[in-house]
Structure formats: structure tokens, C-alpha cells
């Protein structure tokens, strides 16, 4: 199994930046690629960007392209998520995942 953990997690303001760090660890050699998700207050949780683990291809929901950016550092078996020019919309927890495995997932508020 693998496991995650999430951090960088915090209270910003609109237009403001921040960086989301996921650890993997355990059974990371399976590892094929990871995404980040999010669950605002009041709404389903959705998928906002993934990348292929090997290739680092990577996608992005049309709600974030242009302001975050997914990476990771295979050696490290770490996941990133830049997000710049945050919206209160942002809000939410931000989970990674991999292998059908989930995060305890990182706060991001963001105020107006």
C-alpha cells in the first residue's frame, strides 16, 4: 500500500500563492501517476490536475489551467501543486491521490 500525506496548506489572500506538497510513501514503485482533488464546503469533490508518473504528462481542469501547475520528484516520490492567483472559489481541501489511496488533505482558504 501506499501512503500520503499533504502539507503547504493555508490562509491566503485572493491573487496570492501557494504551494501544496503530497509525500508518498510505502509501496510507491507502483506508483503510475498521482493527481490533486479538491472538495469545496457545499460541493462534490473534483479533479483538478494529474500526471503521469514516468512521463510527467500532465492535465488540468479547465478551472485551474493557466494558474496551477501539477510536478513531482520521482527520487522523492513527492507530488507538487503550484497555485497562483488564487480565487476565493479555491477554497477547499486539496487531497492527493494514487493507487486508490487518499490523503488526509491540506486546507486552502483563500479571502477576498
Known amino acids: 500500500q501506499v501512503q500520503l500525506v499533504e502539507s503547504g496548506g493555508g490562509l491566503v489572500q485572493a491573487g496570492g500563492s501557494l504551494r501544496l506538497s503530497c509525500a508518498a510513501s510505502?509501496?510507491?514503485?507502483?506508483?503510475?501517476?498521482m493527481a490533486w482533488h479538491r472538495q469545496a464546503p457545499g460541493k462534490a469533490r473534483e479533479v483538478v490536475a494529474t500526471i503521469q508518473w514516468s512521463s510527467g504528462n500532465t492535465y488540468y481542469a479547465d478551472s485551474v489551467k493557466g494558474r496551477f501547475t501539477i510536478s513531482r520528484e520521482r527520487a522523492k516520490n513527492m507530488a507538487y501543486l503550484q497555485i497562483n492567483s488564487l480565487k476565493p472559489e479555491d477554497t477547499a481541501i486539496y487531497y492527493c491521490?494514487?493507487?486508490?489511496?487518499w490523503g488526509q488533505g491540506t486546507q486552502v482558504t483563500v479571502s477576498s
Open positions: 491521490t494514487t493507487l486508490g489511496r
Open positions: 510505502g509501496r510507491t514503485i507502483n506508483i503510475v501517476s
